[in-house]
């Protein structure tokens, strides 16, 4: 079970403890078997009342849970003989998005995602998972790579949205976009994403223009965070819970918009309480859908492709 508590999460957290407490003292002064299983059935009950009734808000901070899996995670659990490919070929190597070539249930792919960090260290390494123009250009590179030896393109996104600094802008943060966003869109193979975390604007687009767009339960998809929406339409950041609840950001309202094709389901307490069955449920998932991709041709890719993305936003 996770160590880090959300807000919401405080009651939980408090029987939780006194499980704990209870625990030591049982293993110094006697049984306290009784107790302890009383407020373990009692603790598991009110997980599962507050994960079934999560608004927008809540489902972001989920989303955004430190302890949630990360693609370096989900690399680990389901792919095989991984090579990291790194570079753009015209300024650097950006360690927000990582990918390269993979086996994925013994099928040939090209794999890549946001990477957030899970720790000071890495967390600086990868940039929080904000991207640079150089990783959105080693993205095109590498789908470049699927087109030209007909590998499906299967990318995971979790990033609050492109890095907004000074030397990003320079470099042409928006073109760069741009770019991975239209060469997602022509590409002559299946390409599946899924957003694990955050999906934040259009560092987030950038590598789900695909066929096929899941999502996990407690995952959001936005144009902007609540946070710069509060910002915009209220001057005030501190309003990020309304941006939150009138944006239309979770599974069901993306469903309803024609905007995300699936929703994963996950564990009770989100993918950080049991993280191996959320990357097997992920797992099961893209491969159904990358199954029924195969066999289509390149134009039948396209043109799906195409029809997915005008019937966004029409009845």
Known sequence: MATHYLEFEKPIAELEAKIDELGLLAATSGSFETEIDGLKRKADQLRRKTYAGLDPWQKTQVARHPQRPHFIDYLDALFTDYVELRGDRQFGDDQAILGGLARFRGQAVVVMGHEKGHDTATRLTHNFGMARPEGYRKAVRLMDLADRFGLPVLTFVDTAGAYPGLGAEERGQAEAIARSTERGLILNTPMIATVTGEGGSGGAIAL?????????????????????????????????????????????????????????PEPVGGAHADAGTT???????????LQALIPLSPAQLRKQRADRFYAIGRP
């Open 208 to 264: 789900a223009a695909a066929n096929r767009v899941l999502m996990l339960e407690h995952s959001i998809y936005s144009v902007i965070s609540p946070e710069g929406a509060a910002g915009i339409l209220w001057r005030d950041g501190a309003r990020a819970k309304d941006a939150a609840m009138a944006m239309k950001i979770t599974g069901p309202d993306l469903m309803a918009m024609k905007i995300v094709d699936r929703v994963i």
């Open 279 to 289: 990357m097997h449920a992920v797992g099961d998932a893209v491969w159904e859908e």
